[in-house]
């Protein structure tokens, strides 16, 4: 495992890149922001469709990364939909749901064949 600081869109050679989402796949925080930006429009469009009826907090949504034309190559995106702040229960069920979605995470990452994977740290904020 190696730890950076900074800008991780800016990484070569991810195989996954993690991002926080909300079930709608808005697009609230900055990274969101980010990998729209620097992914394309075949990007949004496939994020899009997949977040079109919502989904269930505690999921994993995965993305294709680098099309044609973008400005990263990284071969997946994972958007975690975070629990927020108000829907936990105490420590412990913060604690469980948070590991629940990093074990989703990485499952993922096996399922895709993911080795390289750049992840901001998740259920730390709101």
Known sequence: MKVYT??????????????GDTSKGGCEGQ?????VEV???????DKKSKFKDGVAL????VCKGSLSGSKLTVGWVAHA?????????????RRKKV???????FS?????????????LLGSGK
Not at 31 to 35: I, S, T, V
């Open 58 to 61: 505690g999921e994993v949504v």
């Open 31 to 35: 990274l969101a922001k980010r990998l």
């Open 99 to 105: 590991e629940a979605i990093y074990m989703k995470i």
């Open 81 to 93: 939909v975070l629990h927020q702040k108000r829907n936990y229960h105490g420590d412990e069920d």
């Open 108 to 120: 993922e990452a096996v399922q895709h064949k993911c080795t390289d994977i750049a992840m901001p």
């Open 39 to 45: 992914l394309g429009q075949g990007y949004a469009d």
């Open 6 to 19: 900074g800008d991780i869109t800016q990484l070569k050679g991810m195989d996954m890149i993690v991002c």
